[in-house]
């Protein structure tokens, strides 16, 4: 039974780690209709800058905020340099423009910073603490914390502020919105900044983990299967999404991994997610669409 | 505001098409200060079209168009909403998932004076606005009488009462023309006489100028101080309700249409 639960909530903190990664995805796919590919590489771009900031002996704090400024600078120039231009584009367009630009944000960051890896250390020791006789890693406790409080403020910002009146209303009807006199573009704007700051701090965490490098920004491969799980265009659907995903690898690398042979985690997502394509293909919560004839 | 005492907008040589296909040709009329100017036609005459262009959705191929003595080439959409010119759609476009209140404060979005900073912090000033808005948004559902549904989501309320909620969202930041897209479609004869008499008070009460499309006949010549009658993008008749209905170009293109529609 302690074995089962170890895992389970293993699996269950682990997966708030996918959590945070879909979250980004989420943000822009809601309001501008956008599979955004580069959520990975801006991932990548965030935590790189970071660690090479700190490396040259910026103080943290001062690492942190030059690095969010400098996601919410790239944030504002996607919208105006590649969003803009594209305006009313078919989401298959704007998909390859992101590919596109996950690739150039990818070369450019490594170009300038390096592509070998580099440790990063967020101060946070990674000893296990029991809770009772279930060994729980605190590293994993502090980042479910961290994910946790990203999706409070992300609800309060959507659900409390006028700019999440606007921002719903954007991911609505954009030509109503227009209508209204909102600002569309710096709408994306802002979507972009947070999905960036979102994506900071799930590189940082993810960062910590494996290391900042290249295949950072291959967590985006581990976001699919909890987009798809949760629905598209849900913030809790993420969360839950995540959740599962971490639960479902974890306990079924467990107790069906050795009947295959073990290394069930790579792939185990996807037939999860295979299996909710089959049953809600809108996923659990993502907006079922349905076309008025 | 307003300065010039010339008529609220122009609309001069206006001409649009897609892809080659003429959808308007050669407009003009002019709309005077808080008149309500229906533009009649059959389907595909260019009126949706029309109101496309005037709130910016559109860009015109050539003419222009002068709001408030101000000359347009093309009309930006963001533009046309901050100078207001308000707008109702056609099966309306409501932020569906939102409370009825939310939307109405959407509607403000115009108004807003403060910045991103001060709304992300929720710093003093963004918050007293967001007070006003609230109170401001309040004050136009009872007008409509609609504050027993300030928390509804929107999308569940019937047809009806989601175009008044549409409509007291377009007029909440006090614009100074509102176009309105088919507003009595697909409404029996209570609530088609309901939102008549909302519109005819709007334009009472609150001076508002409005260009309205409708297609019942009936409600258009007594709700309307002036019509417009469009055919194939073309102005087939222009002046007061009266000369409308007995214009033999309006009867053979449009009413007479109607008629043999309804006959048979």
Redesign the interface.
Same mark, same amino acid.
């Given at each position: 039974m302690n074995m089962f639960l170890e895992t389970l909530i293993g699996g269950l903190l682990a997966g708030t780690m996918y959590s945070l990664v879909a979250i980004g995805f989420v943000l822009i796919y809601k309001a501008s209709g956008v599979f955004n590919y580069a959520q990975g590489s801006l991932l990548l771009f965030g935590a790189l800058t970071f660690v090479t900031l700190t490396d040259q002996g910026v103080p943290a704090l001062g690492a942190i905020a030059l690095t969010i400024a400098l996601l919410i600078l790239t944030a504002i120039a996607i919208e105006k340099l590649l969003l803009r231009p594209l305006t009313n584009r078919s989401p298959m367009t704007l998909f390859m423009a992101t590919l596109g630009l996950s690739y150039v944000v990818e070369g450019v960051a490594q170009g300038i910073m390096g592509s070998q890896v580099r440790a990063l250390n967020l101060g946070i020791d990674d000893l296990p603490i029991f809770l009772g006789d279930i060994m729980i890693s605190q590293f994993d406790l502090i980042a479910a914390a961290v994910a946790l409080a990203i999706v409070v403020v992300l609800s309060l910002l959507f659900n409390r502020t006028r700019i999440g009146i606007q921002l719903r209303g954007v991911a609505d009807d954009t030509r109503a919105a227009l209508s209204l006199g909102i600002d569309i573009n710096r709408i994306w704007q802002i979507v972009w900044a947070v999905a960036g700051l979102v994506g900071l701090v799930a590189g940082l965490l993810w960062g910590a983990r494996q290391g900042v490098q290249f295949s950072l920004s291959l967590v985006v491969l581990k976001a699919l299967p909890v987009l798809i799980i949760g629905g598209f265009t849900s913030i809790p659907g993420a969360i839950v999404g995540g959740l599962i995903v971490g639960a479902g690898e974890s306990l079924a690398e467990t107790y069906i991994g050795p009947y295959l042979g073990g290394g069930i985690t790579p792939w185990f997502a996807y037939v999860l997610a295979l299996v909710f394509l089959f049953i809600r293909p809108a996923g659990l919560f993502g907006e079922r669409q349905i076309e008025r004839v | 505001m307003a300065t010039s005492a010339g008529p609220a907008l122009e609309v001069r040589n206006v001409s649009l098409s897609f892809k080659g296909v003429k959808a308007i040709s050669e407009l003009s009329f002019q709309v005077e200060r808080r008149e309500i100017c229906a533009l009649i036609g059959p389907n595909g005459a260019g009126k949706s079209s029309l109101l496309n262009i005037l $709130?910016?959705?559109y860009i015109p191929d050539s003419g222009e168009i002068v709001f408030e003595g101000e000359h347009f080439r093309r009309m930006q #959409?963001?533009e &046309? =909403?901050?100078r207001g010119i308000?707008?109702g !759609?056609q $099966?309306n =476009?409501? !932020?569906?998932?939102?409370s009825v209140l939310? $939307?109405v404060? &959407?509607?403000l979005?115009?108004k807003?004076r403060v910045t991103?900073f001060e709304? =992300?912090f929720?710093l003093p000033r =963004?918050l007293s606005?967001?007070n006003a !808005?609230r109170a401001r948004a309040l004050d136009v559902l009872k007008l409509f009488d609609l504050e027993k549904h300030a928390e509804t989501v929107v999308g569940t309320l019937p047809y009806g009462v989601q175009k008044k909620v549409e409509i007291a969202? #377009?007029i909440v #930041?006090k614009p100074r023309l509102l176009l309105l897209d088919e507003p009595l479609a697909g409404m029996n004869a209570n609530e088609k006489q309901e939102i008549a008499a909302v519109i005819a008070r709007l334009n009472r009460e609150l001076d508002l100028t409005i260009v309205l499309i409708e297609h019942d006949i009936g409600i258009v010549l007594k709700l309307a101080h002036h019509v417009v009658v469009l055919d194939y993008g073309r102005k087939l008749a222009d002046g007061p309700p009266e000369t409308i209905r007995d214009n033999p170009d309006v009867i053979a293109a449009y009413l007479g249409a109607q008629h043999a529609e309804a006959a048979a």
């Amino acid at each position: 039974m302690n074995m089962f639960l170890e895992t389970l909530i293993g699996g269950l903190l682990a997966g708030t780690m996918y959590s945070l990664v879909a979250i980004g995805f989420v943000l822009i796919y809601k309001a501008s209709g956008v599979f955004n590919y580069a959520q990975g590489s801006l991932l990548l771009f965030g935590a790189l800058t970071f660690v090479t900031l700190t490396d040259q002996g910026v103080p943290a704090l001062g690492a942190i905020a030059l690095t969010i400024a400098l996601l919410i600078l790239t944030a504002i120039a996607i919208e105006k340099l590649l969003l803009r231009p594209l305006t009313n584009r078919s989401p298959m367009t704007l998909f390859m423009a992101t590919l596109g630009l996950s690739y150039v944000v990818e070369g450019v960051a490594q170009g300038i910073m390096g592509s070998q890896v580099r440790a990063l250390n967020l101060g946070i020791d990674d000893l296990p603490i029991f809770l009772g006789d279930i060994m729980i890693s605190q590293f994993d406790l502090i980042a479910a914390a961290v994910a946790l409080a990203i999706v409070v403020v992300l609800s309060l910002l959507f659900n409390r502020t006028r700019i999440g009146i606007q921002l719903r209303g954007v991911a609505d009807d954009t030509r109503a919105a227009l209508s209204l006199g909102i600002d569309i573009n710096r709408i994306w704007q802002i979507v972009w900044a947070v999905a960036g700051l979102v994506g900071l701090v799930a590189g940082l965490l993810w960062g910590a983990r494996q290391g900042v490098q290249f295949s950072l920004s291959l967590v985006v491969l581990k976001a699919l299967p909890v987009l798809i799980i949760g629905g598209f265009t849900s913030i809790p659907g993420a969360i839950v999404g995540g959740l599962i995903v971490g639960a479902g690898e974890s306990l079924a690398e467990t107790y069906i991994g050795p009947y295959l042979g073990g290394g069930i985690t790579p792939w185990f997502a996807y037939v999860l997610a295979l299996v909710f394509l089959f049953i809600r293909p809108a996923g659990l919560f993502g907006e079922r669409q349905i076309e008025r004839v | 505001m307003a300065t010039s005492a010339g008529p609220a907008l122009e609309v001069r040589n206006v001409s649009l098409s897609f892809k080659g296909v003429k959808a308007i040709s050669e407009l003009s009329f002019q709309v005077e200060r808080r008149e309500i100017c229906a533009l009649i036609g059959p389907n595909g005459a260019g009126k949706s079209s029309l109101l496309n262009i005037l $709130n910016g959705v559109y860009i015109p191929d050539s003419g222009e168009i002068v709001f408030e003595g101000e000359h347009f080439r093309r009309m930006q #959409a963001l533009e &046309a =909403a901050r100078r207001g010119i308000g707008r109702g !759609f056609q $099966n309306n =476009a409501l !932020f569906s998932g939102m409370s009825v209140l939310d $939307n109405v404060i &959407a509607g403000l979005s115009r108004k807003s004076r403060v910045t991103l900073f001060e709304e =992300a912090f929720r710093l003093p000033r =963004a918050l007293s606005q967001e007070n006003a !808005f609230r109170a401001r948004a309040l004050d136009v559902l009872k007008l409509f009488d609609l504050e027993k549904h300030a928390e509804t989501v929107v999308g569940t309320l019937p047809y009806g009462v989601q175009k008044k909620v549409e409509i007291a969202r #377009a007029i909440v #930041a006090k614009p100074r023309l509102l176009l309105l897209d088919e507003p009595l479609a697909g409404m029996n004869a209570n609530e088609k006489q309901e939102i008549a008499a909302v519109i005819a008070r709007l334009n009472r009460e609150l001076d508002l100028t409005i260009v309205l499309i409708e297609h019942d006949i009936g409600i258009v010549l007594k709700l309307a101080h002036h019509v417009v009658v469009l055919d194939y993008g073309r102005k087939l008749a222009d002046g007061p309700p009266e000369t409308i209905r007995d214009n033999p170009d309006v009867i053979a293109a449009y009413l007479g249409a109607q008629h043999a529609e309804a006959a048979a």
